[in-house]
């Protein structure tokens, strides 16, 4: 029988250190900005210690699908499915302290990680990239499918393949819609 345990030095050798220090960075600063553009650095942080295991349940995934399917290279919507996974599991922005001064911003705190990897899908696969500003029909149709994913990452089980078909579907509609 063949071996299935796996070891994170195995995950680090395959990627690299830098690899994987570079997604953790490119996250952490993310996470930053979007708890400091909302005035939530007095209630949120970063844990860093979930944000680390996160990366490493996130590379390992990779790794077991890239040896099972004996691929090289795998998709965005699969990349960014995987990450958003790992992300709502482990939810690395914590609240900090107490509540009592929140003044009505306890919403975004409890869901502090749905709302950041909602922007985080939106801004790295979801804004189409043509220069022309969106018609508002089309402006208003990305803004309810923002809300509807928010909601499913705040109130649905996520799950990794479903996921990476929502994305497809979007993308799928949009080119369809745009005839890029």
Request: aromatic content about 16%; overall charge negative.
């Amino acid at each position: 029988m063949e071996k299935t345990t796996l070891s994170y030095s195995e995950i680090v050798k395959y990627f690299g250190e830098d690899v994987i220090r570079d997604r953790y960075r490119f996250l952490h600063d993310k996470m930053q900005v979007y708890i400091k553009e909302r005035n939530l650095s007095s209630f949120l942080e970063v844990n860093e210690f979930i944000l680390q295991q996160t990366i490493m349940d996130y590379f390992a995934d990779v790794y077991r699908l890239k040896i099972f399917h004996k691929i090289e290279n795998i998709n965005k919507a699969k990349i960014v499915a995987y990450e958003v996974y790992w992300l709502l599991r482990r939810k690395p922005i914590q609240v900090k302290g107490s509540l009592e001064n929140a003044d009505g911003a306890e919403q975004k705190l409890v869901f502090a990680n749905e709302g950041f990897l909602t922007t985080l899908v939106s801004s790295e696969f979801l804004v189409p990239k043509v220069t022309d500003p969106l018609s508002p029909e089309a402006e208003d149709s990305f803004f309810t499918f923002l809300d509807h994913l928010y909601y499913y990452f705040k109130y649905r089980p996520v799950d990794k393949q479903n996921l990476e078909l929502v994305l497809y579907a979007f993308k799928t509609g949009n080119t369809l819609h745009n005839g890029d």
